[in-house]
Nanobody
Framework: QVQLVESGGGLVQPGGSLRLSCAVSGTIFSTWPMGWSRQAPGKQREWVATITSDGTNYADSVKGRFTISRDNAKNTVYLQMNSLKPEDTAAYYC?????????WGQGIQVTVSS
């Protein structure tokens, strides 16, 4: 069974930075895509970033501000978020895409406010 646990969220002022971590337990392979999505109150969940063996991809809304990375030895994926804006406020979810199904974490809140 694959389980994902996010950490690193919280309250930050506009223009600030946060780094989210997602620790994955269970057997996963470095070739499996991992990513982050987010969901703001009253809105649908939206894709943020993905990392695969071929590289990284980002939503236009975060490109140039967010960086996704992974440490395969630690089974952990990260999301470095810089120049945060109030519109980045949301619950952030990490996921791993296996050949059979996608697994999701429980989510962690990020609030950008002065």
């Amino acid at each position: 069974q694959v389980q994902l646990v996010e950490s690193g969220g919280g309250l930050v002022q506009p223009g600030g930075s946060l780094r989210l971590s997602c620790a994955v337990s269970g057997t996963i392979f470095s070739t499996w895509p991992m990513g982050w999505s987010r969901q703001a109150p009253g809105k649908q969940r939206e894709w943020v970033a993905t990392i695969t063996s071929d590289g990284t991809n980002y939503a236009d809304s975060v490109k140039g501000r967010f960086t996704i990375s992974r440490d395969n030895a630690k089974n952990t994926v990260y999301l470095q978020m810089n120049s945060l804006k109030p519109e980045d406020t949301a619950a952030y979810y990490c996921n791993v895409q296996t050949p059979v199904k996608a697994y999701w974490g429980q989510g962690i809140q990020v609030t950008v406010s002065s």
